[in-house]
């Protein structure tokens, strides 16, 4: 008696695309490919593979949602300025392997499935959800950048404010700005303190050499 080979028995080739079913609706043709979602939320990181086989209507549905997830809630961690990316770099070269295949049919020779391939989905960027979360990070990097922030200005200049406590105190004094309260405008800046006439300031081996504000009582330098 000659036994039958599998692709004898179910109509299966040997080799090629064709050898397997879509895991989800189990058309054919199919291919193997993953698809990533990344959750980063402050501390919260999780990776996620969706694994096929997909033919190329699931593969298409599972990699727009995949990517859409990790537009929106991938972006919130630190690792998630690697992790996210990769994420969605790896989704889009595996929908370029389901978009070569063909229309997906059901295997011939078994009987149809009562399952149908997923509806394609809608793509990532007509998804409001995946334009969500850059939109709030660019609002956010936009407000500090172009804000008006005391922390964003040049304070250590010439004609610049100090302020300090009742002794000068190099790791004791901030430089501010003009009109807030301070007790000292800087008058120079030079690489050695013998190049000051009166009291000064070190900071990261510049000497900022210092006037009494208007109203405020006479300078010390302590050694």
Request: proline share 9%.
């Amino acid at each position: 008696m000659t036994d039958l080979i599998d692709s004898q028995l179910t109509g299966r080739p040997e080799k090629g695309p064709t050898a397997l079913d879509c895991v989800i609706c189990g058309h054919v043709p199919a291919a193997e490919v993953s698809f990533y979602r990344h959750v980063g939320l402050v501390l919260y990181v999780r990776f996620n593979r969706i694994q096929g086989p997909f033919c190329r209507d699931c593969g298409l549905a599972r990699m727009r949602d995949a990517t859409a997830e990790t537009m929106i809630s991938g972006l919130w961690s630190p690792v998630s300025v690697v992790l996210a990316p990769l994420a969605i770099v790896r989704n889009v070269l595996g929908r370029r392997t389901v978009l070569a295949l063909d229309k997906p049919v059901p295997r011939p020779g078994q009987p149809e499935s009562n399952l149908a391939p997923l509806p394609p989905a809608r793509p990532v960027l007509r998804r409001f959800k995946a334009w969500f979360a850059p939109a709030v990070l660019a609002t956010v990097i936009a407000v500090l950048t172009f804000a008006d922030l005391p922390s964003a200005e040049k304070l250590d200049v010439v004609n610049g404010c100090v302020t300090f406590d009742n002794i000068l105190y190099a790791d004791t004094a901030d430089f501010v700005r003009c009109d807030e309260k301070h007790d000292a405008v800087i008058t120079s800046i030079e690489a050695s303190w013998q190049d000051c006439d009166g009291p000064y300031l070190e900071k990261l081996y510049r000497y900022y050499c210092l006037a009494p504000a208007p109203g405020a009582p006479a300078l010390v330098n302590v050694p």
